[in-house]
């Protein structure tokens, strides 16, 4: 059984910093794309960044220049780094893995984190 957790969420203010981590843990054979989505209040889930397994990054435009994914892939971690944040980032952040253990290839999500930007 593949289980994601997730920290770093917490509240800050606008202009501040965060930074976000999810660990994978189970039985992983390999990891493929890594994931940040993010849910704000009455919004749709929306994807921030994505990093594949060979380290090519892309970005929601609404984050482009202030948000960082990375991973560890000895550690099958991927960490988002925020800075400059906006009240409008203020949502729950969720990790999601496309991974493959034992038996099947399949994604898994974290359990959601929260961040809250002030103004």
């Known amino acids: 059984q593949v289980q994601l957790v997730e920290s770093g969420g917490g509240l800050v203010q606008a202009g501040g910093s965060l930074r976000l981590s999810c660990a994978a843990s189970?039985?992983?054979?390999?990891?493929?794309?890594m994931k940040w989505y993010r849910q704000a209040p009455g919004k749709q889930r929306e994807l921030v960044a994505v990093i594949s397994r060979g380290g090519s990054t892309n970005y929601a435009d609404s984050v482009q220049g202030r948000f960082s994914i990375s991973r560890e892939n000895a550690k099958n971690t991927v960490y988002l780094q925020m800075n400059s944040l906006k009240p409008e980032d203020t949502a729950v952040y969720y990790c999601?893995?496309?991974?493959?253990?034992?038996?099947?290839?399949?994604?898994?999500w974290g359990q959601g984190t929260q961040v809250t930007v002030s103004s």
């Open positions: 189970g039985r992983i054979v390999n990891i493929n794309d």
């Open positions: 999601s893995m496309r991974i493959a253990d034992s038996y099947y290839l399949r994604d898994y």
